[in-house]
């Protein structure tokens, strides 16, 4: 979500607006459909050199709306080596319009070249009650112990993929309850 409203600031055309922009760059950004922004890797599955060499391909081409274009890759971390060795030479000499987004969990899973040649954003955990009314209110949890808060790590993102494995983690959980209890 951070990563979206600060691609979505980058590509407006009035930048000393706040949020309330409406100009043309705004409008396709928010209808889904803009032509600068690129998103790799939304599904976080493994990014292939096939991938980054079609990223690498189109950043050359100047923008079309906005004066940048804004590429997000999602997971970095589960690049392989040659697609992180392909992305290198465009983080050498990125064109002046282009703004690359790399979005990882483990760092440690970068090539050093590739670290070296990006700034580093770091986010702290997110407090347990804010994360927990968030995973109750916009993520659809009707059951929140602590084990399964704490298991997020303070992280929106966990706590999305946990979602999908709520009921397996309920259940573990109820069974080390029972095996504790005896």
Known sequence: MITKAFAKKILCLEQEKKNDCECKSCACFLGGNHPDYFV?????????????????????EAPIISNRKVYIINDCDKMTVEAQNCLLKTLEEPPEFAVMILISANENAILNTIKSRCM????????????????????????????????????????IFQKEKQAQFLQIENIVNILETR
Not at 44 to 56: A, D, S, V, W
Not at 135 to 158: H, P, T
């Open 120 to 159: 580093t954003i770091k986010f702290g955990p997110i407090a347990k009650e804010e994360l927990k009314q968030y995973a109750m209110d916009k993520l659809g949890y009707e059951q929140m112990s602590e084990n399964l808060l704490n298991s997020f790590g303070g992280s929106i993102g966990k706590a």
């Open 40 to 60: 790799v890797n939304e599904n976080g599955e493994t990014i292939k050199i096939e991938q980054i060499r079609e990223i690498t391909s189109k950043v050359i």
